[in-house]
Each structure stands twice: as C-alpha cells, then as structure tokens.
C-alpha cells in the first residue's frame, strides 16, 4: 500500500483549522445561532469568496437621491442588485451567523434589507439602534429589481437617510475576495415634508381683455 503523504498532510491541516476554530470562542459566550443584544462569540468560518467579476453591488433607483416626499406617507422603494441571489436565508431567531457564506455557480446566496433613518442634524452620526422603518426582502429579485413598500405613518417631516444592507444566508455581512472595490450597499437621502407643492395657475384672461 502506498503512503499519500498529500492526503495525510490534507487531513492533519483540516483538524488543526477545525481545532483553531473550535477553540477560538473558549471561555466565550457564543451565539448558538440567536441574536444577543449584549454581544457574543461566533466561531463559524467566512466561508465561499466569490471572484472579482462576481462581487456584489447594489443601487437604490427610486425615490431619487435629495427626493422631496410627504410625510406620514407611504412610498416605495426599487433596488437593484447585480450578482447577489436573492431569497435565500436563514431563519434568523434559530441560525444567525451560523452557516458559512456559500455561492451558487460563483454566486453569494442572500438577501437584503432596507432600512430608514431620520438625520435630524446631519452631522451628527445616526445611532444604529434607531430607525424608523426596517425590512427584509426574503424573495426574488425579478429582473434583479427588488421592490417593497415603506410605512410611512409613523414617519415625520425631516431628513432621512434609506440604506440597503446586503447579507449572505445566515445575515452575516457579505465577503468579497478584495479589499479595494466598490461599496456592495447603496445609500441615498430623501426629505420628507408636511408642505405640499402648490403650482403656480395662469390667471384667466377676462373676456373684454384686447390683445
């Protein structure tokens, strides 16, 4: 019988990751696939990097970037997406962050979310605990269009800030092979206002003008 060096060198390499995996959460609180406000632990791998030529990338087509929009007023979103599987997750109470990013034909299987924020003083940071609208957009894209409609009730005039957050099927934060590249998410700012936009009419001309 033939001693493969390779192969034994393959085994003994896979234990000492799995072994560095299993021991890097050690007399830590892990998450055992719940959100935990507090924080915790997770041990679980990167998983599947897609290549360059399949890195995700995402843009929010409407409203319009500075769109002015009433207040207490629904409206609608369209995201498109480009090289993300969209539909794909996790059930998030049972398995967050618990399996490994994974590609379908070199793909990231996921999803995204949209969320909104009110600015108040735009140089201010928005507190991420703090949002007035979220959602996540467990389907298909159709035509890698994504669409959903925004509550707008519990929205009041002022500045806000709608974001995209694109996730791999267990909510992590996507992986892409580089560190230099474009964003994966899209942000745009809309103002949303009680004052409603008045056109100005032509006074009608009285029937005795001469022109």
């Given at each position: ?92 109470e049972h398995k967050y962050y618990s399996i490994p990013q994974e590609l379908d034909d070199g793909i990231i299987k996921g999803h995204t979310h949209i969320t909104v924020q009110h ?32 509550d707008g009730s519990k929205l009041f005039a002022g500045k806000y800030r709608i974001c995209t957050i694109s996730s791999s099927f267990s909510h992590q934060p996507l992986v892409m ?35």
């Amino acid at each position: 019988m033939k001693f493969n060096f390779g192969i034994v060198l393959t085994i003994l390499l896979f234990s000492l990751i799995s072994s560095i995996d299993a021991s890097f959460c050690s007399g830590k609180h892990k998450g055992g696939g719940k959100q935990i406000k507090s924080g915790f632990c997770s041990d679980t791998a990167l998983g599947q990097v897609p290549s360059i030529d399949h890195m995700t990338s995402t843009l929010i087509i409407e409203p319009k970037n500075e769109q002015t929009l009433k207040a207490h007023k629904n409206f609608t979103v369209l995201i498109k997406v480009k090289n993300l599987k969209t539909g794909d997750f996790s059930d998030p109470e049972h398995k967050y962050y618990s399996i490994p990013q994974e590609l379908d034909d070199g793909i990231i299987k996921g999803h995204t979310h949209i969320t909104v924020q009110h600015l108040g003083n735009e140089k201010n940071v928005p507190d991420a605990k703090v949002f007035g609208f979220f959602e996540g957009l467990n389907f298909r894209a159709k035509h890698n269009i994504l669409k959903v409609e925004v509550d707008g009730s519990k929205l009041f005039a002022g500045k806000y800030r709608i974001c995209t957050i694109s996730s791999s099927f267990s909510h992590q934060p996507l992986v892409m092979p580089v560190a230099k590249r474009g964003a994966q998410d899209d942000c745009i700012r809309v103002t949303l206002t009680n004052h409603h936009k008045h056109h100005k009419r032509t006074p009608r001309r009285p029937r005795n003008w001469k022109v």
